[in-house]
């Protein structure tokens, strides 16, 4: 896999910063973006120093127009894409250990749609963008980073903004899977658990380098892997 190439949104810190790493030695030219222009070119050179094959491009899913720009360079530099890992996410009712604006009926709609904006709108935008990348060399790996809290089978009340986007993100998932039937393009939702990230706070029990490996495992799975799933560890998870 040495000549293909990863993009990782959000990938400037927590799991998108360990993803890269790990993407990058298993031997993928990695490509990370963040709207946070310094912290994506620190984070970049922070890896290029560890030997790895990684640079920075920006991307901001709340600015119009930004994905697209991003889909441009892409093809100018690397005129492929192989694997996208949509991380970048927002978690805006405090963290799972300490849950702020936690009910739906008291959620400022605000919340919502803010969330919204970078957790689903903003995967389907880059799915869109990206994807015609994917076809001209008839292969490619989408990982939807999600989360159980957005399992229908284990609902409950709490972080409805969270919740409602990883929800929407795996029918995404199932949706996008089924459209690429037979493309050699495998679509799956992972989920890495409660990870010890900015986000997750600090009682989380997973590093970000236990929580990167399932991502990796789907980023990297054989043309004969699944596609239209939801997983965590490797392990398929109910809906």
């Given at each position: 896999?040495?000549?293909?190439?990863?993009?990782?949104?959000?990938?400037?810190?927590?799991?998108?910063?360990?993803?890269?790493?790990?993407?990058?030695?298993?031997?993928?030219?990695?490509?990370?973006?963040?709207?946070?222009?310094?912290?994506?070119?620190?984070?970049?050179d922070k890896l290029q120093?560890?030997?790895?094959?990684?640079?920075?491009?920006?991307?901001?899913?709340?600015?119009?127009?930004?994905?697209?720009?991003?889909?441009?360079?892409l093809a100018l530099q690397?005129?492929?894409?192989?694997?996208?890992?949509?991380?970048?996410?927002?978690?805006?009712?405090?963290?799972?250990?300490?849950?702020?604006?936690?009910?739906?009926?008291?959620?400022?709609?605000?919340?919502?749609?803010?969330?919204l904006e970078v957790n689903?709108?903003?995967?389907?935008?880059?799915?869109?963008?990206?994807?015609?990348?994917?076809?001209?060399?008839?292969?490619?790996?989408?990982?939807?980073?999600?989360?159980?809290?957005?399992?229908?089978?284990?609902?409950?009340?709490?972080?409805?903004?969270?919740?409602?986007?990883?929800?929407?993100?795996?029918?995404?998932?199932?949706?996008?899977?089924?459209?690429?039937?037979?493309?050699?393009?495998?679509?799956?939702?992972?989920?890495?658990?409660?990870?010890?990230?900015?986000?997750?706070?600090?009682?989380?029990?997973?590093?970000?380098?236990?929580?990167?490996?399932?991502?990796?495992?789907?980023?990297?799975?054989?043309?004969?892997?699944?596609?239209?799933?939801?997983?965590?560890?490797?392990?398929?998870?109910?809906?």
């Amino acid at each position: 896999m040495s000549e293909r190439i990863a993009l990782i949104s959000g990938g400037n810190r927590g799991l998108g910063l360990e993803t890269a790493r790990q993407l990058a030695r298993h031997g993928l030219r990695v490509v990370i973006t963040s709207r946070e222009g310094l912290a994506g070119k620190a984070a970049a050179d922070k890896l290029q120093s560890e030997g790895l094959r990684v640079n920075y491009l920006p991307l901001d899913l709340n600015r119009p127009g930004s994905a697209a720009k991003l889909a441009e360079e892409l093809a100018l530099q690397h005129r492929r894409l192989d694997v996208l890992v949509n991380n970048a996410g927002l978690f805006p009712e405090g963290s799972p250990d300490k849950p702020q604006h936690s009910s739906l009926l008291e959620m400022e709609p605000g919340t919502l749609r803010e969330t919204l904006e970078v957790n689903l709108f903003g995967a389907i935008e880059l799915c869109q963008r990206l994807l015609p990348l994917m076809r001209r060399n008839g292969y490619g790996r989408i990982v939807n980073v999600s989360s159980q809290l957005g399992q229908l089978a284990h609902m409950r009340d709490g972080f409805p903004a969270y919740r409602i986007s990883k929800t929407g993100l795996n029918a995404v998932t199932r949706m996008l899977a089924a459209e690429l039937q037979g493309e050699n393009i495998l679509v799956n939702s992972v989920s890495p658990g409660w990870v010890r990230t900015r986000m997750g706070g600090p009682n989380a029990p997973r590093t970000p380098a236990e929580a990167a490996q399932g991502i990796v495992w789907a980023a990297t799975l054989a043309d004969d892997g699944p596609s239209g799933g939801f997983f965590e560890n490797g392990q398929r998870l109910e809906w």
